[in-house]
């Protein structure tokens, strides 16, 4: 070897070695930095009583509930005075016949019930549509809570990485020195050392975007600190498909909103089927006369809806009332037929990540650390090539993402199944 050749090479390990301990620098800085523990459950409480949608969806339920009084309200009574006969010297006073009066108009019986009731189907509409709203956020918590967990994990694993190659430099510089090893070796181990370098700020843009989607939906700054998510638990789920199915029909707020939609417009049909009956309009008045006798009067007037000229205003309404009856029908049973399809669909896909990351915990993981270490030990025996060593890493690395990524996986079905269901099935949270 030329002194040129070995001056250049000296120079690309005191390089990497500078590299590899700045890397380890940063991660025992990182690993070090003060975090406390995020937990799921009260990130859940602060997003349901902060976050600016349900704030909102919320208000427009006390809104709806306000809507009741007022459709169960009479109209504003009315209050009149007529003058007759006033001379023409516009002398109030000497008016022939002063006429005070209040009335009120009055709807047939059950109208103004029937008013209420379809208020009060809208207000309880809305409040399930606020729940759903709860539901859909906490899905999304759930997922942000976890995709920074995964973001925590694979810093963590490029760091082990990191290290893990810098103790490959170390040998291959070893037994390069002794001559017991190949110079290319030693290159290769400082390339894919210095590839991993180029990983980590990927890495924490990544780490920095989950904490920015995780602070928004809690209404904070995107960027305060937050701490470290716990790593999601493996309870199997104990219900059945039936068991979810019974559940989502029973409890998913998207499907109470659209048995009340039926209920609110046959609650309309029959108040339009009800304005055929005449309402009434009641008067009491008081009688001022001028050099005579006062005294009191009253009277009552009736619409006449079934007039040949406005009945077909009326037929109109029926119709259109019990079209949008079979409408919210149909409806409700389409939302049905898709509740059912998502709980199957999730629950396959949930079961299906349950097998995956119970095979590479009990399987894979296991395998690959055996086939490290054999990797190690037969390239320090000399039994075994240095780019098999390096591909064991690189499994090593990958079957850890994969694994965690999987668990990630498991609990963003979880979430959308809770979703669907309309309850809570992880006990975690």
Known sequence: MTWSTRFWLLTIMVVSLAFWTGERHIAYAVDQTPRSSLGLPDLIQEALARNPEIVAARQQWEAALQRITQARSLDDPTLSVQLWNVPQTFNVTQAQNSIFGLSQNLPFPGKLALKGDVASRSAEMTEQALRAKERELVARLKQAYYDLFLTHKAIQIHHEQVELLGQFVESTTAKFRTGKGAQTDVLKAQIELSLLFQQLPILEQRRETAEAMLNTLLDRDATSPLGIPQEPSQIPLDKTLDDLHRLALHERPELKAAELAVQRNEQSRALA?????????????????????????????????????????????????????????????????????????????????????????????????????????????GRAGFLDLIEAQRVWRGSQLEYFKALVDRQHRLAELEQVVGITLDRQS
């Open 273 to 381: 089927q009800r304005q055929y009956y005449p309402d009434f309009n009641v008067a009491f008045q008081r009688f001022q006369n001028f050099q005579t006798n006062d005294g009191f009067g009253a009277y009552v007037a009736m619409s006449i809806p079934f007039a040949l000229w406005t009945k077909p205003k009326y037929d109109a309404g029926v119709q259109e009332a019990a079209a949008a009856l079979s409408a919210a029908r149909a409806q409700h049973h389409t939302l049905e037929n898709l509740t059912r399809f998502q709980v199957k669909d999730l629950l396959t896909r949930l079961r299906a990540t349950d097998q995956v990351t119970t095979l590479y915990r009990t399987t894979i993981l296991p395998q690959v650390e055996q086939s490290l270490d054999a990797a190690r030990v037969g390239y320090r025996a």
